[in-house]
């Protein structure tokens, strides 16, 4: 039997894109995937990753395929392979088994992440009692919350957790923030907590790191004059998660999260003239090209880059794996 081609119509609708700058891969992101890489290059497969070293399905799915072994938790690991700990970082439980056991471990917390951990032990040192702003039971939040002992931090996810928070006795109060929030929705519990606590020092700077920053402003952007965004990113990813709030909230008619051009129903596309497309800071260009190309096959689409933060942030590897 022949398969045809489908037909393609004489002329195609004119669509205008508009792609967000910046977009993808932070420098956290590409870092803990070299860790990986790397690693596999080094001590041969298979390589064990506690977590998902980024919350992205292409990502974990090509590093299987190199010799990662994806598990939940150290017990899954033989104690003479190396293990990754996740860019979201980990309890100071996991490093300390992995040594008790000596394993060989590698660390690819983000160093933004790790800013926060030491914050927040800078705090609790100082005898403050630490409120987090952040999701419950995402790997992050549970990675700073294991930095201090039980009771140390109390986990603020709302306004309404905010209004509700109640002192533990007389203690001084400090605050940190989740990394990959909404700068706005994190705007609005700070508002929260320093009407009824005005004493809250600020960190020497912000927790919402500047990728997470300049890409939900960059969405801002679209979302002003698009009728649909398209955010590629997973859907357990939270700062991609965070990226199709933004877009609503800035004006954008309709926002969606795909996994890649393959998730697009192209109905949501029907009466579209202004398409948005972003990705969120853990999903590979590579998926951004392939929407773009899946969208040129369809429509007269004229590709424009919007202007935005030009980012040049890198973190070093650790040594063991340059040397």
């Given at each position: ?19 967000a ?66 860019a ?14 000596e ?19 800078r705090?609790h ?9 952040g ?39 400090a ?22 606590f ?26 002003e ?24 909230r ?20 029907d ?20 929407l773009?190309?899946a ?16 980012e ?12």
């Amino acid at each position: 039997m022949t398969v045809h081609a489908p037909i393609r119509p004489a002329t195609l609708r004119p669509l205008t894109v508009r792609l967000a700058t910046p977009r993808g891969f932070c420098a956290g992101v590409d870092r803990a995937i070299q860790i990986v890489e790397r690693a596999i290059e080094k001590y041969g497969a298979p390589v064990y990753v506690r977590h998902e070293i980024v919350h992205n399905r292409h990502v974990v799915e090509r590093l299987k395929a190199m010799g990662a072994v994806f598990v939940k938790e150290l017990d899954d690991c033989p104690d003479d392979r190396p293990v990754v700990f996740s860019a979201h970082g980990v309890p100071k439980s996991v490093p300390a088994t992995a040594r008790a056991r000596e394993m060989l471990y590698l660390d690819a917390t983000c160093p933004l992440v790790s800013k926060v951990h030491v914050e927040a032990e800078r705090h609790h040192g100082g005898g403050r009692h630490i409120i987090l702003i952040g999701h419950a039971g995402h790997p992050e939040v549970v990675g700073t919350m294991g930095q201090l002992p039980s009771g140390a931090i109390s986990l603020i996810e709302t306004v309404a957790d905010a209004e509700a928070f109640q002192r533990p006795g007389d203690r001084p109060l400090a605050y940190a923030t989740q990394t990959t929030l909404s700068v706005d929705d994190t705007a609005a519990i700070l508002a929260a907590l320093k009407r009824r606590f005005p004493e809250l020092p600020d960190p020497h700077k912000e927790d919402i790191c500047y990728a997470t920053t300049n890409r939900q402003e960059a969405v801002k952007r679209l979302g002003e004059g698009c009728d649909l965004v398209l955010v590629v990113g997973s859907k357990n990813s939270s700062n991609s998660v965070r990226l199709v709030e933004v877009a609503m909230r800035a004006g954008a008619r309709d926002a969606r999260l795909v996994d890649d051009a393959g998730h697009v129903d192209w109905s949501w596309l029907d009466g579209v003239s202004t398409l948005g497309i972003t990705a969120g800071a853990s999903a590979p260009e590579r998926l951004i090209e392939e929407l773009i190309d899946a969208v040129r096959a369809r429509f007269d689409a004229e590709v424009i880059e919007d202007a935005g933060e030009r980012e040049t942030v890198t973190f070093k590897l650790p040594r063991v794996l340059t040397t």
